[in-house]
């Protein structure tokens, strides 16, 4: 898996005036990452990407487990990515 790196602020990071480009476990890590961190509806153009997070964790009754269902089908979806 190859991605486009991102800094800290999951800007594309530029290096050496060139688009630095992550690869492998790193690659894997930063998209995990940005799937946990991503809010569902958040993609304009995807808007059934993402995790729920105001409806189950963020509400009167959080439902810690159903979160974590969620996270877990989001990851899944990765084939790089064998065990959560």
């Not at 190859?2 to 998209?31: G, R, T």
């Not at 059934?48 to 974590?68: A, C, S």
Request: net charge negative.
């Amino acid at each position: 898996m190859k991605c486009f790196c991102l800094n800290d602020n999951n800007d594309i990071f530029i290096e050496n005036k060139e688009l630095k480009i992550v690869s492998d476990n790193e690659a894997v890590a930063q998209v995990a990452m940005n799937i946990v961190q991503t809010v569902k509806e958040e993609i304009f153009l995807h808007p059934e990407r993402g995790i729920p997070y105001f409806e189950v964790l963020f509400n009167n009754k959080p439902k810690i487990q159903l979160l974590i269902n969620y996270i877990n089908l989001s990851l899944n979806k990765v084939n790089e990515i064998t065990n959560v």
